[in-house]
């Protein structure tokens, strides 16, 4: 009972916003419509802003940037909804879930700077993150290097990040390096958020959590060992923990592989038959990913409520926003219905 | 003693023999009533290059002496025993042996500072060997190359440990902590030697930081301790013997030290005086400021203590010299704290009106309007009466009469308003209390006020007519133009409210307003247009300035509801809390109100005075007089 009282709210929002979740057949159907007509069954799936736009540029493509903002802001918008609900612990785990956009903002402006690109340039590359953006834009702008940058980055609350990315970069002074050592931070900080959650919604999550972790860690030890050529100790260090199937051994033993297909001789049952007849980093990351949305959906559809169920809506949500992105980006330049199954990854 | 007005001063100016120079400079120094002037130069005069080199020679030994009572720690005496001439010969003597002397104690300075780095490395080497105490082995192993096997010391932060642990696993190489500090991890790595570089991209990503062993640590740390602690005792010692070095040197030389530096307080006004006293051939020119009182002082001094023939003269200052004559404000014991306070804003002139009796009563008077409680009063009384010592001790014994006087006002006013610790209720009052009359304290403030201001417009227009500027007086906004406009507008105000005003009332105002209007047009500099609208923002910032700097007043009543207000908030905090609780309320309320509302009331009243007050008339654009004196303490100064 109290459990329900909990999360009354949530999951009253959750229920709302799910039924703008378009089932895989519906999504299917879309990609075989005309654009106009995508627009009018979408009218109320809280994309209003986004057609708005497309029909004021009568139905061409938008600039550059315009469409990836307004997708972005969509999900930005049902995340806010979802965090006001929450409180302590449980509304940290979401903001801190939404961050790893601004992650992004940090690696762009790292690399602009690295590159000695404009200020301007550099700005035009960042994504908005109202109301979720806490860091100092203009000072990283106006930063005369890349140590100033991460100085500044001290009095943020990525200020763990930009420490290890710091003592990395005053070692090997590369972007690459700052860049692994703030993706490997931010899972290290989200484990640690996890953490703080309930007993109870640590397990619930972690099935979902973990396959993220999973495909993450997966994809990064193949592309650190196969297209870095990074030593196995060095790529396995990179890797963070937490993961569902693949643990510390199994993850040691995929850091010895020199080729591609010998990594079907280390993994798990559970992983090797859900990425069968991968040839490509990419086939993997794709069909890793299908498992985690198929799992989202049936958290969906379960009726006992967790947390889960509102970290799986957010999941759903941005897969299909990009997707719906990549829909709409194909419509508009008017490619062929077999060029946008494979954007959207409905090709398989 | 004048009491709106700076004493009177003369100009004095001595004609001697060269050879009488430092002698009389002395005498006058001794008086304490000369402040010397330069002299404009003049061809026939030349500039006593002699003079020159006396105090060359005085500003190496001032150093010397400086640095050497500083090391020493000498506090000298206030005064010299007998006023005698140093001549140069004597002031080289000084300075050589002041020189010998901070030789010495620079050595000492020296040691000390080199014992200190050692004792600030020892330090260190201390605490980076706290780091390696959990290290069993002997710590030169740690620091040589084996051809086979790779051991390695560093820092990494404490996140990274497991998984490094792990990393380095694949590798073949072992990781174990041996300390912790703060989010660091410092560790030993060790493993078989490899050719490649994959465990160095490793370890950089990790954040490895390698510690670097230092030379002193070649044995078990256990061992290394205990050398470092022996050599630590020996750095004592000597840190010991160079103290009871220190405090022999102190002992020999203290009575050397204050000789010399009474010798050297016999040559400073020589010193000073030789950059602005003239030469011509034998004769030596100097002049000066001296109170109108002390002539007769100088001339028996001069008179009797000098052989030769000294040609005085003296004369009041002329208009011309009224800017460069200093201001000598001679005022009783009790005002000096509130004098302070005026000459933080400014100096008066040598003309100007002396604000300081009219700024101590009207302090006083508004403090204690503001501020009026007996017990609160009697408290700022008992705590300066507290302090009186310490205050005397920290040199500043005129703060006891500021609080002194602070304390009766509100202890005055206090009877007047009857409150006592905010207890409205116990004594009667002998005229009113605030709350129960608030629109007549706010009547009597705006009267204050009034008042307040039309007697500063009258010291303005005296001071300017001291300063023979008659036309300012005249026409300017704060001349008799801007007081009769103000009592025009006042007068106004009383016949508006009595509804009486009449076209008399319209030229009342009218015309001083048109006079300040004409004469800032004819003063005014530019084209036509810049004069029009500057003289019609002056004509109207006289005006709003009036009113706005008599309703500042207002708050002088605010502050005396405030303080009854307050009173009553606590006593009814007081009321709901019973036993303890109601007195610690009593209490701790009284403290916060007498420090608190005591600090507001106290920077509100200087803020009344300096912006309603002082920027009405007073230039403040004096300097004070400033005597010679004879006091080795203020040889520094």
Same mark, same amino acid.
């Given at each position: 009972?109290?459990?329900?009282?909990?999360?009354?709210?949530?999951?009253?929002?959750?229920?709302?916003?799910?039924?703008?979740?378009?089932?895989?057949?519906?999504?299917?159907?879309?990609?075989?419509?005309?654009?106009?007509?995508?627009?009018?069954?979408?009218?109320?799936?809280?994309?209003?802003?986004?057609?708005?736009?497309?029909?004021?540029?009568?139905?061409?493509?938008?600039?550059?940037?315009?469409?990836?903002?307004?997708?972005?802001?969509?999900?930005?918008?049902?995340?806010?909804?979802?965090?006001?609900?929450?409180?302590?612990?449980?509304?940290?785990?979401?903001?801190?879930?939404?961050?790893?956009?601004?992650?992004?903002?940090?690696?762009?402006?790292?690399?602009?700077?690295?590159?000695?690109?404009?200020?301007?340039?550099?700005?035009?590359?960042?994504?908005?993150?109202?109301?979720?953006?806490?860091?100092?834009?203009?000072?990283?702008?106006?930063?005369?290097?890349?140590?100033?940058?991460?100085?500044? %980055?001290?009095?943020?609350?990525?200020?763990?990040?930009?420490?290890?990315?710091?003592?990395?970069?005053?070692?090997?002074?590369?972007?690459?390096?700052?860049?692994?050592?703030?993706?490997?931070?931010?899972?290290?900080?989200?484990?640690?958020?996890?953490?703080?959650?309930?007993?109870?919604?640590?397990?619930?999550?972690?099935?979902?959590?973990?396959?993220?972790?999973?495909?993450?860690?997966?994809?990064?030890? %193949?592309?650190?060992?196969?297209?870095?050529?990074?030593?196995?100790?060095?790529?396995?260090?990179?890797?963070?923990?937490?993961? %569902?199937?693949?643990?510390?051994?199994?993850?040691?033993?995929?850091?010895?592989?020199?080729?591609?297909?010998?990594?079907?001789?280390?993994?798990?049952?559970?992983?090797?038959?859900?990425?069968?007849?991968?040839?490509?980093?990419?086939?993997?990351?794709?069909?890793?990913?299908?498992?985690?949305?198929?799992?989202?959906?049936?958290?969906?559809?379960?009726?006992?409520?967790?947390?889960?169920?509102?970290?799986?809506?957010?999941?759903?949500?941005?897969?299909?926003?990009?997707?719906?992105?990549?829909?709409?980006?194909?419509?508009?330049?008017?490619?062929?219905?077999?060029?946008?199954?494979?954007?959207?990854?409905?090709?398989? | 003693?004048?009491?709106?007005?700076?004493?009177?001063?003369?100009?004095?100016?001595?004609?001697?023999?060269?050879?009488?120079?430092?002698?009389?400079?002395?005498?006058?120094?001794?008086?304490?009533?000369?402040?010397?002037?330069?002299?404009?130069?003049?061809?026939?005069?030349?500039? =006593?290059?002699?003079?020159?080199? &006396?105090?060359?020679?005085?500003?190496?030994?001032?150093?010397?002496? =400086?640095?050497?009572?500083?090391?020493?720690?000498?506090?000298?005496?206030?005064?010299?025993?007998?006023?005698?001439?140093?001549?140069?010969?004597?002031?080289?003597?000084?300075?050589?042996?002041?020189?010998?002397?901070?030789?010495?104690?620079?050595?000492?300075?020296?040691?000390?500072?080199?014992?200190?780095?050692?004792?600030?490395?020892?330090?260190?080497?201390?605490?980076?060997?706290?780091?390696?105490?959990?290290?069993?082995?002997?710590?030169?192993?740690?620091?040589?190359?084996?051809?086979?096997? =790779?051991?390695?010391?560093?820092?990494?932060?404490?996140?990274?440990?497991?998984?490094?642990?792990?990393?380095?696993? #694949?590798?073949?190489?072992?990781?174990?902590?041996?300390?912790? @500090?703060?989010?660091?991890?410092?560790?030993?790595?060790?493993?078989?030697?490899?050719?490649?570089? =994959?465990? $160095?991209?490793?370890?950089?990503?990790?954040?490895?930081?390698?510690?670097?062993?230092?030379?002193?640590?070649?044995?078990?740390?256990?061992?290394?301790?205990?050398?470092?602690?022996?050599?630590?005792?020996?750095?004592?010692?000597?840190?010991?013997?160079?103290?009871?070095?220190?405090?022999?040197?102190?002992?020999? &030389?203290?009575?050397?030290?204050?000789?010399?530096?009474?010798?050297?307080?016999?040559?400073?006004?020589?010193?000073?005086?030789?950059?602005?006293?003239?030469?011509?051939?034998?004769?030596?020119?100097?002049?000066?400021?001296?109170?109108?009182?002390?002539?007769?002082?100088?001339?028996?001094?001069?008179?009797?203590?000098?052989?030769?023939?000294?040609?005085?003269?003296?004369?009041?200052?002329?208009?011309?010299?009224?800017?460069?004559?200093?201001?000598?404000? $001679?005022?009783?014991?009790?005002?000096?704290?509130?004098?302070?306070?005026?000459?933080?804003?400014?100096?008066?002139?040598?003309?100007?009106?002396?604000?300081?009796?009219?700024?101590?009563?009207?302090?006083?008077?508004?403090?204690?309007?503001?501020?009026?409680?007996?017990?609160?009063?009697?408290?700022?009384?008992?705590?300066?009466?507290?302090?009186?010592?310490?205050?005397?001790?920290?040199?500043?014994?005129?703060?006891?009469?500021?609080?002194?006087?602070?304390?009766?006002?509100?202890?005055?006013?206090?009877?007047?308003?009857?409150? #006592?610790?905010?207890?409205?209720?116990?004594?009667?009052?002998?005229?009113?209390?605030?709350?129960? *009359?608030?629109?007549?304290?706010?009547?009597?403030? $705006?009267?204050?006020?009034?008042?307040?201001?039309?007697?500063?417009?009258?010291?303005?227009? @005296?001071?300017?007519?001291?300063?023979?500027?008659?036309?300012?007086?005249?026409?300017?906004?704060?001349?008799?133009?801007?007081?009769?406009?103000?009592?025009?507008?006042?007068?106004?105000?009383?016949?508006?409210?009595?509804?009486?005003?009449?076209?008399?009332?319209?030229?009342?105002?009218?015309?001083?307003?048109?006079?300040?209007?004409?004469?800032?047009?004819?003063?005014?500099?530019?084209?036509?247009?810049?004069?029009?609208?500057?003289?019609?923002?002056?004509?109207?910032?006289?005006?709003?300035?009036?009113?706005?700097?008599?309703?500042?007043?207002?708050?002088?009543?605010?502050?005396?509801?405030?303080?009854?207000?307050?009173?009553?908030?606590?006593?009814?905090?007081?009321?709901?809390?019973?036993?303890?609780? *109601?007195?610690?309320?009593?209490?701790?309320?009284?403290?916060?109100?007498?420090?608190?509302?005591?600090?507001?009331?106290?920077?509100?009243?200087?803020?009344?005075?300096? @912006?309603?007050?002082?920027?009405?008339?007073?230039?403040?654009?004096? @300097?004070?007089?400033?005597?010679?004196?004879?006091?080795?303490?203020? $040889?520094?100064?």
């Amino acid at each position: 009972m109290l459990k329900i009282a909990h999360y009354a709210y949530l999951q009253t929002l959750v229920a709302i916003f799910s039924k703008r979740l378009l089932s895989e057949q519906q999504f299917t159907s879309l990609i075989e419509q005309p654009l106009d007509e995508i627009l009018a069954e979408l009218s109320n799936n809280g994309l209003q802003a986004i057609i708005k736009e497309i029909y004021q540029f009568h139905l061409k493509p938008l600039p550059a940037g315009n469409m990836d903002n307004l997708f972005l802001t969509v999900l930005l918008d049902d995340a806010q909804s979802i965090i006001r609900a929450l409180s302590g612990a449980e509304r940290d785990f979401f903001t801190y879930w939404i961050r790893r956009f601004e992650l992004q903002n940090i690696k762009t402006i790292l690399r602009g700077k690295s590159l000695q690109r404009s200020k301007e340039l550099i700005r035009a590359e960042l994504t908005p993150l109202n109301p979720f953006s806490i860091l100092p834009i203009d000072k990283l702008l106006n930063a005369d290097s890349l140590t100033d940058i991460l100085m500044q %980055l001290e009095k943020t609350p990525f200020a763990s990040i930009a420490r290890y990315g710091s003592k990395n970069f005053e070692q090997k002074r590369d972007v690459f390096t700052i860049e692994t050592a703030i993706n490997h931070q931010y899972f290290t900080g989200l484990n640690e958020q996890l953490k703080n959650l309930s007993n109870e919604e640590q397990i619930l999550l972690q099935p979902l959590l973990g396959r993220i972790i999973d495909q993450t860690n997966l994809i990064w030890l %193949l592309r650190y060992r196969l297209s870095y050529n990074l030593s196995p100790s060095h790529s396995y260090f990179l890797l963070v923990s937490g993961g %569902l199937y693949l643990n510390s051994r199994i993850l040691v033993q995929l850091c010895q592989i020199k080729s591609l297909p010998q990594i079907y001789d280390f993994l798990p049952n559970e992983v090797n038959k859900l990425i069968k007849g991968s040839n490509t980093i990419h086939q993997i990351e794709l069909c890793l990913e299908k498992d985690t949305i198929k799992l989202a959906r049936s958290f969906i559809k379960d009726k006992s409520f967790s947390l889960t169920h509102a970290f799986a809506y957010l999941l759903l949500r941005e897969k299909q926003l990009s997707q719906l992105h990549a829909l709409f980006k194909g419509k508009l330049l008017d490619l062929s219905d077999t060029e946008i199954a494979f954007a959207v990854g409905e090709d398989k | 003693m004048k009491l709106f007005h700076c004493e009177n001063m003369q100009h004095i100016s001595l004609l001697m023999r060269f050879d009488d120079a430092p002698l009389v400079s002395n005498l006058l120094a001794e008086s304490g009533v000369f402040d010397p002037c330069g002299i404009a130069s003049e061809k026939k005069h030349l500039p =006593d290059q002699q003079g020159a080199a &006396y105090r060359r020679i005085f500003d190496s030994a001032l150093s010397d002496w =400086d640095k050497i009572t500083d090391y020493l720690a000498l506090t000298p005496a206030a005064t010299v025993n007998k006023v005698i001439a140093i001549n140069k010969h004597q002031l080289l003597e000084i300075e050589l042996r002041l020189s010998e002397i901070w030789a010495l104690c620079a050595e000492h300075k020296e040691n000390k500072r080199l014992l200190d780095i050692q004792l600030s490395s020892l330090q260190h080497l201390f605490s980076l060997l706290n780091q390696f105490k959990n290290i069993d082995i002997d710590l030169s192993v740690m620091k040589q190359t084996f051809s086979l096997l =790779d051991v390695r010391l560093g820092i990494i932060p404490l996140t990274y440990v497991s998984r490094l642990k792990e990393a380095l696993g #694949i590798e073949g190489y072992y990781l174990s902590v041996y300390h912790q @500090y703060g989010d660091n991890a410092h560790i030993v790595i060790a493993g078989v030697r490899k050719i490649n570089e =994959d465990i $160095l991209s490793l370890l950089d990503s990790a954040s490895f930081q390698c510690l670097h062993i230092p030379e002193e640590f070649h044995e078990h740390p256990k061992t290394v301790y205990i050398s470092l602690n022996e050599k630590k005792q020996q750095l004592l010692q000597q840190v010991d013997d160079l103290e009871q070095s220190w405090l022999i040197l102190k002992e020999h &030389y203290t009575a050397e030290i204050f000789r010399q530096g009474e010798l050297l307080t016999l040559a400073k006004p020589y010193a000073i005086l030789s950059e602005k006293m003239l030469r011509n051939g034998q004769l030596i020119q100097i002049n000066g400021w001296i109170p109108d009182s002390k002539i007769s002082l100088i001339q028996e001094k001069l008179e009797h203590d000098i052989a030769n023939p000294i040609v005085v003269e003296t004369r009041k200052p002329t208009p011309d010299e009224y800017a460069k004559t200093p201001s000598y404000l $001679l005022r009783p014991q009790w005002i000096q704290p509130f004098l302070k306070l005026v000459t933080h804003y400014g100096t008066p002139g040598y003309r100007e009106f002396d604000p300081s009796w009219f700024f101590s009563l009207s302090y006083i008077l508004m403090f204690g309007i503001m501020f009026g409680d007996i017990g609160h009063g009697a408290c700022i009384i008992g705590l300066s009466l507290l302090f009186k010592k310490g205050l005397k001790k920290q040199q500043r014994p005129e703060y006891f009469s500021f609080f002194l006087s602070i304390g009766a006002s509100s202890v005055f006013f206090g009877f007047l308003y009857g409150s #006592i610790f905010s207890y409205e209720h116990i004594i009667p009052g002998l005229w009113l209390s605030p709350m129960e *009359h608030p629109m007549l304290m706010l009547k009597l403030a $705006l009267i204050w006020g009034a008042s307040f201001i039309i007697l500063l417009n009258i010291i303005s227009i @005296y001071n300017r007519l001291m300063s023979l500027q008659f036309k300012e007086a005249l026409f300017n906004a704060k001349g008799v133009s801007g007081l009769l406009l103000y009592i025009a507008i006042l007068w106004s105000i009383i016949d508006i409210s009595q509804d009486q005003f009449s076209s008399l009332n319209v030229w009342s105002i009218m015309t001083p307003l048109v006079i300040i209007f004409i004469y800032q047009w004819i003063k005014g500099s530019g084209s036509a247009a810049e004069r029009f609208l500057v003289s019609l923002f002056e004509a109207y910032d006289v005006i709003i300035a009036n009113f706005s700097n008599t309703l500042s007043f207002l708050r002088v009543a605010a502050f005396a509801l405030n303080h009854s207000a307050l009173a009553i908030a606590l006593l009814t905090l007081a009321a709901i809390a019973e036993g303890a609780g *109601h007195w610690a309320v009593i209490i701790f309320g009284n403290m916060f109100i007498l420090v608190l509302e005591g600090a507001i009331v106290a920077i509100q009243v200087l803020r009344l005075e300096y @912006y309603e007050g002082f920027s009405r008339f007073f230039t403040a654009d004096g @300097y004070l007089f400033k005597p010679m004196e004879l006091s080795p303490q203020k $040889l520094k100064n």
